[in-house]
């Protein structure tokens, strides 16, 4: 049987406020044409589905069709909820689902409940297991375990493989969204720690051939078996240069036999500049990056006006602007030392030529702010 391993689509996920619901679309749809060409029996979609627990109506409909054209390449579906969706709402008509061919496995009454599938050398056995928030499963999987990612995630593999003891010579795959000691996180996993206990151990998962992880963005292996896929797209700048993937997981009568990488195309790639903003504006060698989303980092020793529109007019996909001019002479004192004996109309007229990038403060602005000093002080005695 050969398997697909995915996660962490994040449908309806932005990029610093730009929808990516396009280039979402054209990935994960292209999943379908890896489904025909390498003859994938099941993609396996471990958590983090959709980006938000109530994603948008536009977001649903990238996944209905994305879903639809796996199905119509050939391929059987299994995907469970991450910490970004609703496990509830994801797995509404699943019933429904499963007779099409796509299983959502949402709940934790039955992540020991597996879907079976079956190849010419008998079955193979997949649990879905939900992201399990420790204070709630720790109560619905019997019992007060500790308040911890570890605690409910094993007692949740001991569930499963008390079903595979009944099932002898199946073979066994794994579902799971969680952080496992060995992975390297990236900058946009949204944080899972209860109390700084989100390291889950990655003995939790054994007794099963392969265990498809979810959760961490970068695509990594931690044994043969336990692989994270990462994310299809990049979805911070600390990604940028980050070659996206996914794992094709063949099994044979023993169980694991081979995995190998899929590498995923990028729409649009992600790039960070760096220097003054006439030099970004004007240099040639930034001509690789102009159809890029791209970061720029701003130099200037004064912070640039207007430099964000005038960004765009080179790289219309500009969406992160950070200005990194030097910091002023007396950037060590703190704040109390800078204000100390001063009144308030001088502390004022500073923080209005520090956010402007040291551009003074006029007459008629010094005028504007001292008013407003005298009326926040009769307000406040009036109280």
């Known amino acids: 049987m050969r398997l697909l391993h995915t996660s962490d689509w994040h449908v309806g996920r932005s990029l610093h406020g730009t929808d990516l619901l396009a280039e979402q679309e054209a990935v994960l749809s292209g999943l379908a044409d890896v489904v025909r060409a390498e003859r994938v029996d099941v993609v396996l979609v471990a958590g983090d589905v959709y980006d938000r627990a ?32 609703s496990a509830r709402r994801l797995g509404f008509a699943s ?3 499963a007779v099409s061919g796509v299983h959502v496995r949402a709940t934790t009454a039955s992540l020991d409940e597996p879907v079976l599938l079956t190849d010419a050398h008998g079955e193979v056995a997949v649990y879905g297991l939900p992201f399990l928030e420790p204070e709630v499963a720790r109560h619905e999987l019997g019992g007060e375990l500790a308040r911890s990612h570890q605690a409910v995630l094993s007692a949740a593999m001991d ?3 008390a079903d595979l003891y009944f099932r002898p010579g199946v073979r066994s795959v794994v579902l799971a969204h969680a952080f496992v000691g060995g992975g390297l996180p990236s900058e946009s996993e949204r944080d899972i720690a209860v109390g700084g206990v989100d390291l889950v151990s990655p003995s ?8 498809a ?15 994270y896929s990462g994310s299809p797209l990049p979805y911070s700048f600390g990604e940028a240069g980050q070659r996206k993937q996914v794992w094709l997981v063949d099994l044979d009568a023993g169980g694991l036999a081979e995995v190998r990488a899929v590498p995923l195309p990028t729409p649009r790639r992600l790039s960070v500049v760096t220097g003054e903003l006439a030099e970004l504006l004007a ?5 690789a990056v102009v159809d890029d989303f791209v970061s720029a980092r701003l ?6 006006t207007d430099a964000m529109r005038r960004l765009r007019s080179r790289f219309p996909h500009c969406v992160h602007l950070e200005w990194t001019g030097a910091a002023p002479a007396d950037g060590a004192r703190t704040y109390t030392d800078r204000v100390r004996g001063r009144d308030d109309l001088s502390v004022a007229t ?34």
Do not use: C, I
Not at 283 to 287: F, M
Not at 299 to 304: G, K, S
């Open 54 to 85: 109530v994603p948008s109506a536009d977001a649903t409909g990238v996944l209905d069709r994305v879903l639809s054209r796996l199905r119509a390449a050939g391929a059987a579906v299994v995907l469970t909820p991450g910490n970004h969706d």
């Open 95 to 97: 019933g429904l689902l």
């Open 159 to 161: 569930k499963v493989r």
């Open 204 to 211: 939790v998962f054994d007794g099963v051939d392969y265990v």
């Open 213 to 227: 992880l979810g959760h961490l963005h970068r695509p990594q292996m931690l044994s043969p078996r336990l692989r």
């Open 283 to 287: 240099d040639p060698a930034h001509d």
């Open 299 to 304: 130099t200037d020793p004064v912070r640039p």
């Open 350 to 383: 500073e923080f209005v030529q520090h956010v402007r990038g040291g551009t003074g403060v006029t007459a008629a602005e010094r005028e504007l702010l001292g008013r407003a000093l005298v009326a926040a002080d009769r307000e406040e005695a009036a109280r």
